[in-house]
């Protein structure tokens, strides 16, 4: 073994010592409790706003298409073919899908978009989304 000098013997009692001491003050100290928090009253929660129920897709109208004097038209679902642009204009003829016309012009009437045309001679308006051009 080797030889040791006083000072370094006592410096390693010194800190045996001191674990000694910090092991033991660490048992025998009463673990604090930090004070309980007082419990804040429960927050009245706000009602969760109400999701929107999904839109429902409307099936995708057919493009109006700007028509000039001559274009034809295929009528794409059944419509009437009647004496004004307007909803509350008389009937001439109701026009099943297929049956083609041809559009003279296009005129803003009742709800958007309208064709004046001739089908059988006569000449009517027709809903440009029930028509497709060309």
């Given at each position: 073994m080797a030889k040791k000098n006083k000072?370094?013997?006592?410096?390693?009692?010194?800190?045996v010592v001191e674990e000694a001491v910090a092991e033991?003050?660490?048992?025998?100290?009463?673990?604090?409790?930090?004070?309980?928090?007082?419990?804040?009253?429960?927050a009245e929660e706000a009602p969760a706003a109400e999701e929107a129920p999904?839109?429902?897709?409307?099936?995708?109208?057919?493009?109006?298409?700007?028509?000039?004097?001559g274009q034809i038209g295929t009528v794409s679902r059944p419509v009437n073919f009647r004496?004004?642009?307007?909803?509350?204009n008389a009937v001439i003829a109701e026009l099943k899908a297929g049956t083609k016309i041809s559009i003279s012009e296009?005129?803003?009437?009742?709800k958007g978009a309208w064709y004046k045309c001739e089908?059988?001679?006569?000449?009517?308006?027709?809903?440009?989304?029930?028509i497709i051009v060309g």
């Amino acid at each position: 073994m080797a030889k040791k000098n006083k000072k370094t013997e006592a410096a390693e009692e010194e800190v045996v010592v001191e674990e000694a001491v910090a092991e033991e003050t660490a048992e025998e100290a009463p673990v604090e409790e930090a004070p309980a928090a007082e419990e804040a009253p429960a927050a009245e929660e706000a009602p969760a706003a109400e999701e929107a129920p999904a839109a429902e897709e409307a099936p995708a109208a057919p493009e109006t298409v700007e028509a000039s004097d001559g274009q034809i038209g295929t009528v794409s679902r059944p419509v009437n073919f009647r004496t004004g642009a307007a909803f509350s204009n008389a009937v001439i003829a109701e026009l099943k899908a297929g049956t083609k016309i041809s559009i003279s012009e296009t005129v803003q009437g009742d709800k958007g978009a309208w064709y004046k045309c001739e089908f059988d001679g006569r000449v009517g308006y027709v809903k440009a989304t029930g028509i497709i051009v060309g």
